[in-house]
């Protein structure tokens, strides 16, 4: 008799913990669900959002809005605020209007090939030699001022007394304007090596200045013609006249 009760005490208390366990686990349930349930505020793009642009202007830019999504729709790395440490990274990709704002979105200017092209330019590569360039030493982040080499031939007279002479010109095209990038990028936006002393060069140049700078590198293509496109780093005490009109094989000796 008391093996029956015992028996039939141990039953009742094995029904009893999995009653509580079932509740339990119930709870919990309900809990994680009111959890992915609850709105949380995150940043997503009011307008699409080129990549390469700088970070620190998205909230200036008009670039960001806060939206309330549930919880468990939102990735771990969304974010709800930028923070100081997040104003010297750049937009790695092209970010669509109404797109979650994520920190994998973000990385630092010098680890992609991606750059913020400045207010009211665009970004034109030319190619250029080593020395057009500066030996090198033309960087992202550069300053330059451009000078042309340029050829005309100048003619007077007519006829039997008609007299022509060449002349070989350099004066400046164009100052201040920014160096984006130097070199060709990869798939993966890294730089690739470059071929012998040839380098491609992105400049950030107003729609002008893109108009003489194509002009300047196409013209002078064929042997012998010889026009060339030099580059200057230029620093803010540099004292240049964009508007002389530089020397030619007729006046370098004054």
């Known amino acids: ?36 349930s609850r709105p949380v505020s995150v940043l997503v793009a009011a307008r699409p959002i080129p ?13 960001l809005r806060l939206r309330n999504y549930p919880a468990g729709a939102v990735p771990d790395d969304a974010l709800s605020r930028l923070t100081a440490g997040d104003q010297g990274l750049i937009v790695n990709t092209a ?7 994520t920190r994998s979105l973000m990385e630092e200017k010098e680890a992609s090939q991606a750059f913020a092209i400045p207010e009211g330019r665009i970004a034109l590569t030319v190619e250029m030699g080593e020395p057009q360039r500066v030996a090198g030493y033309a960087k992202p982040g550069s300053k330059v001022v451009i000078f042309i080499s340029l050829k005309q031939v100048k003619a007077r007279g007519s006829g039997s007394a008609r007299i022509e002479a060449t002349e070989q010109r350099v004066r400046i095209l164009m100052s201040d ?3 984006l ?49 030099y580059m200057g780093l230029q620093t803010d005490s540099s004292e240049l006249d964009v508007k002389s009109p530089g020397v030619s094989n007729f006046t370098i000796v004054k």
């Open 95 to 101: 970010v669509g209007e109404g797109a979650l704002i």
């Open 51 to 63: 990549a390469g642009t700088e970070v620190a202007k998205l909230e200036s830019g008009g670039y």
């Open 181 to 229: 990038a130097v070199g060709p990028a990869s798939a993966d936006g890294t730089e690739q090596d470059n071929r012998g002393d040839r380098a491609l060069v992105t400049l950030g140049v107003t729609q002008e200045q893109a108009e003489r700078l194509i002009l300047g590198a196409t013209q002078g293509t064929g042997e012998g013609e010889g026009n060339a496109l």
């Open 1 to 36: 008799m008391n093996r029956r009760l015992i028996s039939v005490i141990v039953a009742l208390v094995l029904a009893g913990a999995g009653t509580l366990a079932v509740l339990a686990y119930a709870r919990a349930a309900d809990d994680r669900a009111a959890e992915r």
């Open 177 to 179: 304007v920014p160096v």
